[in-house]
């Protein structure tokens, strides 16, 4: 197992290869694309070249081979070929099948049976869904105490079964429900909060075609994007779990734009193989990661050098200035929770709260409105310390009914005023790693009662602020 306990072990790869961040904190990924090796072509040799350039400039700590792999007979002569391309360079690979994978003798379980016999293939097939090949690779920390990261491999089928549908088949509900179900394993062993992941597959979602066009959008669109007619909710539970920082994908050859869309990464690799179809010159898309920051870089290698660098969530790579950050303050021992001020009346502004007489007061564990409150014409102060985790840009945001602030240190970071409809505001403050005073602020008038408070950085994923961050006043 790549990872200690039984929870994972439905799901992940099951290898003594156990994958973890460099020393310096990185981890870098060579995707290759779209190869159609065909065994008896001449321009085998043209593309192994290409996937060795490729190895040899950038020193991948894995390659992953997203579809159309194999598309010729002899089949199984053909993926051991391609398999033996890796193991000479000692480099371990992984698979997502594509559409043309299986389409003559070979079957799709047979494939992961066969790579299974190299040292060098991490791949496997996974448990009993769609597809073959839906698995997840964790990525260990340096110090491998947690795992920092996840890969997810996943198949995007080939054609539709149902003869009134034309083009290409869709990753499936029961695929959707198993990711959704492994992204929530994960994130309940890193307290709770989303794990920074990439995820793999060879069919471009429809979602793709929305961004086009977008200033964060960089590349080459060469064709249109042929994805699915069914959209089967896959992107829509990426946005809900807040894993997934980037869906990479082949298939195109034409294409190899990267863009965001809903604060999620869509990017089409570079096709590799030299009998593939396609004027774009073969090479591959390169990611790297950093430990625990939910950020990656990205650009395309080739013959000719490296082009298209992009980095997210920035979208185009570019150095951000370094923020001056607010110092911490020195707190001994501090006791979890929150404090709160409960307070009644007609507010209209955060300064009327001032002049109010506190009617309740107590403990709580999170920035939470108590049910035995009154519904309507109040207002709660809570304080607390944050244990921030890292010198970091952090952003903060309220989600409220009606108005709400957030002051960090003396500073309002937020301002969310009263009085309205559920709505989101958010701002940005440099905090140094330690504990910071905390003061959140919200002013309830009539109809919905609704608070949330939470933050993000670029290795934290927005989420609610979660409890073991948050520890008792003095």
């Known amino acids: 197992m790549l990872i200690a306990g039984n929870a994972f072990q439905s799901f992940s790869v099951q290898s003594q290869k156990q994958f973890r961040f460099k020393q310096n904190h990185t981890f870098k990924i060579a995707q290759f694309t779209d190869i159609h090796w065909n065994n008896n072509s001449p321009k085998c040799a043209q593309t192994t070249e290409t996937i060795n350039l ?15 792999i194999v598309t010729d007979l002899p089949e199984k002569e053909g993926w051991l070929a391609v398999a033996d391309i890796f193991s000479k360079a000692k480099i371990h690979f992984a698979v997502a099948l594509g ?12 494939i992961f049976d066969l790579l299974k016999e190299n040292p060098w293939f991490v791949g496997e097939k996974g448990p009993n869904l769609s597809g073959c090949g839906n698995y997840t690779i964790p990525l260990q ?33 029961d695929q959707v429900g ?47 994007v042929a994805s699915s007619e069914i959209n089967s909710g896959l992107f829509g539970s990426l946005i809900e779990k807040r894993d997934v920082m980037g869906v990479f994908v082949g298939h195109d ?28 010159e073969r090479g591959a898309r390169i990611i790297e990661l950093r430990e625990n920051e939910f950020t990656f870089d990205s650009w395309i290698r080739t013959r000719t050098g490296t082009s298209d660098k992009f980095t997210f969530p920035v979208g185009l790579n570019r150095d951000l200035p370094q923020p001056t950050f607010v110092p911490s303050k020195n707190v001994k021992d501090p006791k979890p929770g929150v ?13 009327e709260v001032k002049q109010a007489k506190v009617v309740k007061s107590g403990f709580t564990k999170n920035f939470f409105i108590a049910k035995e409150l009154v519904r309507d014409s109040f207002a709660i102060e809570f304080k607390a310390w944050i244990k921030i985790p890292k010198n970091e840009l952090y952003t903060f945001y309220t989600y409220s009914d009606d108005g709400s602030k957030i002051i960090i240190d003396g500073q309002e970071v937020v301002n969310n005023p009263a009085t309205h409809k559920i709505k989101r505001a958010e701002g940005e403050i440099a905090l140094e790693e330690g504990y910071h005073e905390l003061k959140v602020l919200h002013i309830q008038g009539d109809a919905t009662n609704e608070l949330e408070v939470g933050f993000a950085s670029k290795f934290i994923r927005e989420c609610k602020i979660p409890d073991w961050l948050l520890f008792e006043p003095y």
């Open 54 to 68: 490729v190895l040899t400039a950038e020193k991948p700590d894995l390659a992953i081979l997203t579809g159309d």
């Open 99 to 110: 559409n043309h994978d299986s389409e003559r003798i070979i079957l799709r379980d047979f």
């Open 141 to 173: 920390s340096v110090d491998k105490k947690s795992i920092a990261a996840v890969i997810y491999c996943l198949d995007s089928n080939d054609y539709p079964k149902e003869k009134r549908l034309a083009g290409y088949s869709w990753i499936k509900y």
């Open 178 to 224: 198993w990711y959704r179900k492994t992204s929530d394993t994960y994130s309940s062993s890193n307290h709770h909060m989303p794990l920074p992941s990439l995820m793999f597959f060879h069919i471009p979602l429809i979602e793709f075609n929305s961004i086009v066009g977008k200033q964060t959008t960089i590349g080459t669109k060469g064709e249109g």
């Open 253 to 280: 050859h034409n294409n190899n734009f990267i863009g965001i869309d809903h604060e999620i990464c869509l990017g089409y690799g570079q096709a590799t193989g030299s009998s593939a179809y396609g004027k774009l």
């Open 339 to 351: 404090q709160y001020s409960y307070f009644e009346g007609n507010f209209k502004s955060a300064d």
